[in-house]
């Protein structure tokens, strides 16, 4: 059974960072896309960006480009997501996902983790 698991979310200051892991156990993801998602209170979930785990193609939201980094760890079968210089809009709950690399559907989700920035 594939599981997803994220960590490194908390509690920052403005103009301060955080760095999110997804650790993925159940499988190996050569043939897949992680990617990392928002969801932040009264808005529609968000995709924050996403990664080809062959490859390390990567592609961000507008919102986010130039700040965040997603990247990958293949031995730890770990992505993470490094957020630089958060702002208050980007307090949400973040959420890793897998989907195959033909597919459109993110087949796989983590639990969630809170960020909170603050001012």
């Known amino acids: 059974q594939v599981q997803l698991v994220e960590s490194g979310g908390g509690l920052v200051q403005a103009g301060g960072s955080l760095r999110l892991s997804c650790a993925v156990s159940?499988?190996?993801?050569?043939?897949?896309?992680m990617g990392w998602f928002r969801r932040a209170p009264g808005k529609e979930r968000e995709l924050v960006g996403h990664?080809?785990?062959?490859?390390?193609?990567?592609s961000y939201a507008d919102s986010v480009k130039g700040r965040f980094t997603i990247s990958r760890d293949s031995a730890k079968n770990t992505a993470f997501l490094q957020m630089n210089s958060l702002q208050l809009e980007d307090t949400a709950v973040y959420y890793c996902?897998?989907?195959?690399?033909?597919?459109?559907?993110?087949?796989?989700w983590g639990q969630g983790t809170q960020v909170t920035v603050s001012s």
């Open positions: 996902a897998a989907r195959g690399v033909l597919q459109l559907t993110w087949e796989y």
């Open positions: 159940g499988r190996t993801l050569s043939r897949y896309v």
């Open positions: 990664i080809y785990w062959s490859g390390e193609m990567t």
